[in-house]
């Protein structure tokens, strides 16, 4: 079976432009659920944060947003062959959508080229590019549906963190948690994982590091204790 076989259900990505991958997977692990019990995912994609969150948290009242088409197709497809069919998913641009209950949780893979060569690919552009969605757009988005107490995370290229950091602040938005992810240890921080609350809650800034291979080349404790619930192998 093509796609990506997890323990408790299985993603096909064969109709989505972003694929199955390690941003995704530590976002959906690490994203905090205590006290959450509504969520939403914006740019849900293949659904894999989704479901990710639905396994953790089964009674999580959890939905997944999507403005591309086949991509919408293959989250309902990948939810409709999992144990949960009871999550929500709603076609469109986030910009456009409205609810009538703010989000205890609200997560995000967004598109984080800004400067980089465009694809040829218009379905790619539009999950990989911040042009259809610009950080200070999402920023704006999430701190309007976010519960008094809520969080909204997001997994980022540390490439990018200043530029989203502006954004965050324009919106109010105040960073509590970072995880700083390196590939390995002899290598610079790749990815950074954000938790982010509204800006008037007293909370410090807690910074932590992931390190995902060990000098073996394997997958590190730290990583699999953070997956181990996921991948087949862990």
Not at 214 to 232: H, M, N
């Amino acid at each position: 079976m093509s796609g990506f076989t997890f323990k408790q259900f299985h993603i096909n990505h064969d109709k989505c432009a972003m694929k199955v991958g390690t941003d995704g997977i530590l976002l959906g692990a690490w994203a905090p659920l205590e006290g959450v019990s509504t969520a939403l995912d914006i740019g849900t994609g293949t659904g894999l944060i989704a479901l990710m969150l639905k396994q953790r948290a089964p009674s999580l009242v959890i939905t997944g947003v999507e403005i591309d088409n086949d991509a919408f197709l293959q989250a309902k497809e990948n939810i409709s062959a999992s144990p949960w069919q009871d999550l929500n998913l709603w076609q469109g641009d986030i910009k456009e959508f409205q609810a009538n209950t703010a989000f205890d949780l609200i997560v995000s893979n967004p598109p984080f080229f800004n400067d980089s060569l465009k694809s040829d690919n218009a379905q790619r552009m539009t999950a990989r590019h911040t042009d259809g969605l610009s950080f200070d757009s999402l920023c704006a988005k999430a701190a309007s549906l976010l519960s008094e107490k809520g969080r909204f995370c997001v997994v980022l290229p540390t490439t990018e963190l200043s530029r989203f950091e502006r954004a965050a602040d324009n919106a109010n938005l105040k960073i509590t948690k970072k995880l700083w992810v390196f590939t390995s240890k002899k290598k610079a921080a790749k990815r950074v994982l954000l938790c982010l609350a509204h800006n008037d809650e007293l909370q410090t800034l807690v910074e932590e590091e992931l390190i995902i291979h060990g000098e073996s080349g394997a997958y590190g404790t730290a990583y699999k204790q953070l997956c181990r619930d996921f991948y087949l192998n862990f």
